[in-house]
Each structure stands twice: as structure tokens, then as C-alpha cells.
């Protein structure tokens, strides 16, 4: 297991010692976490990106670009969905109704 070095930030953020952890840039790090965010809130839509990143980690350094790219793309077609059936219905989405016509039409 790698050690973490306490001294080098002993009053900074603590993502700062999760980087070096990890081994990542602070945008690396910040998309991850959006991407985990998502999976965490839609698992059906976006778990599967999570796994992406952990089988590509276990090479050495992280390439989340290509994950980065697929989530955005997920992302816009879930609003493109969310705001068409807002208009459609002329009231808020339940997120259930947001799931069901998410996964009808775009999966």
C-alpha cells in the first residue's frame, strides 16, 4: 500500500491528498468524482462508466478522457429528455418518469 506524506499539505483540502493517492490532475480528479456522483444517483444510466474508469485505472494512470466523453454524451441526451418531457406533460419529471422514458428512447 502507498504511503500518503502528511507534511506536504497539513492545512490543504483533503482531495489534495486524495490525488496523490490516486495518482491524477485536479480536472482528472473532479470529472471522476462528477462521473461517481451521477452513478451514485442514476446507477442504471451511469454505473456502468465507474467500472470503465476502475478497469482502466488498474493500468497505471487514469485515461478519463474517453469515460469523460461518453458520460457528457449520456448527460445531454438525459436532459434532452428531461426538458422534452417537461413540455410534453407541462408539469416537473418525476425521477422514475425520467427513468422509464430515458431508457425507452435513448438505451
Given at each position: 500500500?502507498r504511503k500518503l506524506d502528511r507534511?506536504?499539505?497539513?492545512?490543504?483540502?483533503?482531495?489534495?491528498?486524495?490525488?496523490?493517492?490516486?495518482?491524477?490532475?485536479?480536472?482528472?480528479?473532479?470529472?471522476?468524482?462528477?462521473?461517481?456522483?451521477?452513478?451514485?444517483?442514476?446507477?442504471?444510466?451511469?454505473?456502468?462508466?465507474?467500472?470503465?474508469?476502475?478497469?482502466?485505472?488498474?493500468?497505471?494512470?487514469?485515461?478519463?478522457?474517453?469515460?469523460?466523453?461518453?458520460?457528457?454524451?449520456?448527460?445531454?441526451?438525459?436532459?434532452?429528455?428531461?426538458?422534452?418531457?417537461?413540455?410534453?406533460?407541462?408539469?416537473?419529471?418525476?425521477?422514475k418518469e425520467l427513468l422509464d422514458?430515458?431508457?425507452?428512447?435513448?438505451?
Open positions: 500500500m507534511k506536504k499539505y497539513p492545512n490543504g483540502r483533503s482531495f489534495d491528498t486524495i490525488r496523490e493517492f490516486v495518482n491524477c490532475s485536479e480536472p482528472t480528479y473532479n470529472k471522476m468524482r462528477a462521473i461517481c456522483k451521477a452513478s451514485k444517483e442514476y446507477p442504471e444510466i451511469f454505473g456502468h462508466l465507474v467500472l470503465k474508469i476502475d478497469m482502466q485505472n488498474r493500468y497505471g494512470r487514469c485515461k478519463i478522457e474517453p469515460v469523460w466523453r461518453e458520460f457528457k454524451k449520456i448527460q445531454n441526451k438525459l436532459l434532452v429528455t428531461l426538458y422534452n418531457l417537461e413540455v410534453k406533460l407541462g408539469r416537473e419529471v418525476t425521477k422514458n430515458f431508457t425507452e428512447s435513448w438505451l
